[in-house]
């Protein structure tokens, strides 16, 4: 049976049957955490995740819902104490990038980002924040990205929408350190995921050419990033803003 700090512990992870979230996931999982791993869509992505973590003995259940929605994040949220009991940490990873000029964002495209990229931040931090006073323990890392901390004219919506989460999570962390929550925000640069394969070849290749390690990331790097703030290993940091981006954003 796996021991130490995530032994026994309710991880519940938003996004977490695909690219850097399944990889949390699966490494948390075999850390000994029960891990509740949602989804908007893509069931057989999820039904391979959580294959793969029962194969490996860790224990896991995945969870459809549209975080965007306050009703089915709530939803998400009971379906794990149900199937767990209380929410000791949550990563919200979930989210949506849209790449079109600056000029051809429409109310449309602008509205469904920050539903899913800050609003879905705000309802899933909300659904746990209250029980986690309560027990006067609670972990929250949220997934933002270096395009909140640099101009992005082809992500307008999606820049926007990630710095908002930065902003979010300060203001949260500072409101609840005094109950023993913790509460920061990863941010990593282009990582090997779907979403990355939203760019084009050229621009794909002019960021790596940007990125002074010469590579984009992998998801697992990033999940070691998020693990480490779930830990105790990062027990004195509240309200920071984590790049990991091959050192192409040097935040001072």
Not at 64 to 92: C, N, W, Y
Not at 150 to 166: F, G, L, P, T
Not at 215 to 242: C, D, H, K
Request: charged share 20%.
């Amino acid at each position: 049976m796996a021991s130490g700090e995530f032994a026994g512990k309710t991880v519940l992870i938003t996004g977490g049957t695909r690219g850097i979230g399944k990889a949390l996931s699966v490494r948390l999982a075999g850390e000994g955490a029960k891990v509740a791993a949602s989804y908007f869509s893509r069931h057989a992505d999820a039904s391979e995740t959580l294959a793969q973590i029962e194969q490996a003995g860790g224990q896991a259940i995945i969870i459809d819902g549209d975080v965007s929605k306050p009703d089915e994040a709530q939803e998400i949220v009971k379906r794990t104490r149900a199937a767990f009991g209380p929410i000791d940490m949550l990563v919200h990873s979930a989210g949506i990038s849209i790449v079109e000029p600056a000029s051809d964002v429409t109310w449309e495209t602008w509205k469904r980002t920050l539903d899913v990229n800050l609003d879905g931040t705000f309802n899933m931090v909300y659904a746990v924040k209250d029980e986690m006073i309560a027990r006067r323990f609670g972990r929250i890392v949220t997934v933002s990205s270096i395009a909140a901390l640099r101009e992005r004219e082809n992500q307008v919506h999606y820049s926007a929408s990630k710095a908002a989460v930065i902003a979010l999570t300060r203001s949260c962390a500072q409101a609840w350190a005094r109950h023993n929550l913790r509460v920061n925000c990863l941010c990593p640069g282009l990582t090997e995921t779907e979403m990355a394969h939203s760019l084009s070849p050229e621009m794909h290749k002019r960021i790596v050419a940007e990125t002074p390690m010469g590579r984009i990331g992998r998801p697992e790097e990033l999940a070691a990033v998020a693990r480490f703030l779930l830990s105790e290993e990062s027990s004195f940091m509240t309200g920071q803003t984590v790049v990991a981006s091959g050192g192409r954003v040097m935040l001072p």
